[in-house]
């Protein structure tokens, strides 16, 4: 069943010459080879929601016997570097940054030192931030008393 593909092409081929219908040997071979890039590159595959059969055992090479495998690798390498013939990456199998590499240190060191820098930065923010809001409540408190004058018993009504 592995070489039912190639069998079937050769078939047709000696069919084909014996009918010398030579015309239709281009269109086996066209759609023997075109049907095999749907499958290989476009075909939809939803249970992985990737396209295309990445599997080895579906390279082209692999539905001829072993002895020819050699030339129709080299035949098929060139065929998928012209036409640019490849799998798009997914991101499940390759992450951008491998998983070791440590974008904010090396070490245990630098986090607690970044920590403490963050820490700190923070807290000299929320001075500031305490330090500008102060003046701003007590003249409000300074123009709220001014406006209405007070009296021993509270505010006055006019």
Do not use: C
């Amino acid at each position: 069943m592995q070489y039912f593909p190639s069998v079937y092409v050769l078939l047709s081929t000696v069919i084909i010459a014996g009918l010398q219908s030579w015309h239709d040997l281009a269109f086996l071979y066209l759609g023997t080879y075109s049907s095999w890039l749907y499958l290989r590159y476009l075909q939809h595959q939803p249970e992985t929601s990737l396209k295309g059969d990445r599997s080895e055992d579906f390279k082209f090479s692999s539905f001829f016997p072993d002895a020819l495998s050699g030339p129709i690798d080299a035949i098929a390498g060139v065929v998928s570097d012209v036409f640019r013939l490849r799998h798009e990456p997914d991101a499940e199998t390759k992450p951008l940054l491998p998983v070791t590499q440590n974008l904010l240190g090396s070490n245990a060191a630098d986090s607690s030192r970044r920590r403490e820098r963050g820490a700190k930065a923070l807290q000299e923010r929320l001075e500031m931030k305490k330090i500008a809001e102060a003046p701003v409540v007590e003249s409000a408190a300074a123009t709220a008393a001014s406006v209405l004058p007070m009296s021993s018993n509270g505010p006055q009504s006019p």
